[in-house]
């Protein structure tokens, strides 16, 4: 049973940890973290004192039901088109082999999404030469459906320069959509059976209100800002995700992986720093929402610890809200 009766507490306090993706691998739970670092950059809007190098995969399992740092599984030295960055990660199965997925900005500056793999999912991954052909943005997550198609959700606005890609091609000055016009949205694509590249092109993932209308791109308490995470629950997809500006985790249902998703509230009230991330996994028969936030440094943005709480749904298959001052 996975043990969160310590109050609000991070899972590992030895390093600074973020953006939690949780899965369930060889009955046993695995959490890749990026890993925050103790340096002195000004805080900007393309997020340049974010600056992480490495990526760490915390285990448990029914022994000790507490969380171990199983060390670091790739670094950016490792990577050879990568400049700098390695932002918020995922991992997946497939083929008898483990695959993960991070974002980081290439020699250009641009963001990408690079594949590493490993016959263990502790690692340590091995990562292809190139980023991911038409890849670009950040904050990958894995989604396995019944039908064992796999697919990748990405996206995030600002320093992960999603408005930058509103076509086919890279626009340094891209600036998004006007406040009244429709939001942004994550993009998907269904990933090839050796899960290194797209099966099909990326498209953006369609947000919609209870009346059928976009979200708008200045609404800014339900619009797309990064972050996207899927899940499956009772044959209904859930695609969730930050709201940047707000501070809040909140969720969309649809009956398609491809959209459109209906959007339904608020999943996570905002949390100590500015950057909220999430993760959502069904363990030992129950759900748990893995996030991050800074109350392990007092609050400083860029120096984050994840933690984890139960996920509960409404008789209806909508979420309960979760309040992080009150887990």
Not at 170 to 177: A, S
Not at 255 to 265: A, E, I, Y
């Amino acid at each position: 049973m996975l043990n969160v009766s310590k109050r609000n507490e991070p899972l590992v306090k030895h390093i600074y940890t973020a953006d939690p993706s949780a899965h369930v691998f060889e009955d046993k739970l695995y959490i890749y973290v990026s890993h925050d670092l103790e340096i002195s950059v000004p805080n900007n809007l393309d997020g340049d004192h974010y600056a992480m190098e490495d990526y760490h995969v915390l285990t448990m399992d029914d022994r000790s039901a507490e969380f171990v740092d199983d060390g670091e599984i790739l670094h950016m030295k490792d990577v050879p088109w990568v400049s700098k960055q390695m932002w918020a990660p995922d991992a997946g199965f497939r083929n008898g082999k483990y695959y993960l997925y991070f974002p980081a900005r290439d020699l250009s500056g641009v963001f990408r999404i690079g594949v590493a793999t490993a016959d263990s999912p502790a690692g340590p991954f091995t990562p292809e030469a190139d980023y991911m052909e038409e890849s670009f943005s950040i904050d990958p997550a894995v989604f396995n459906d019944d039908d064992d198609e796999v697919y990748l959700i990405l996206g995030g606005l600002r320093g992960g320069q999603l408005e930058k890609w509103s076509t086919d091609t890279y626009m340094p000055d891209g600036t998004g959509p006007a406040p009244h016009e429709p939001a942004l949205g994550p993009r998907v694509a269904k990933l090839s059976k050796d899960m290194l590249s797209f099966q099909d092109k990326l498209m953006e993932i369609s947000i919609i209100d209870t009346e059928g209308r976009p979200i708008l791109a200045g609404d800014e308490e339900r619009r797309f800002f990064e972050g996207p995470w899927m899940h499956k629950y009772e044959g209904k997809y859930y695609l969730s995700y930050s709201t940047g500006n707000t501070h809040k985790i909140v969720y969309a249902i649809g009956d398609n992986p491809l959209g459109p998703f209906t959007f339904q509230g608020t999943l996570l009230t905002p949390v100590i720093g500015w950057t909220t991330h999430h993760s959502i996994v069904n363990f030992r028969d129950k759900w748990y929402l893995f996030y991050h936030d800074s109350s392990l440094s007092d609050g400083v943005s860029h120096k984050r610890c994840v933690k984890v709480t139960e996920l509960k749904y409404n008789a209806d298959g909508t979420l309960r809200m979760i309040d992080p001052n009150l887990v």
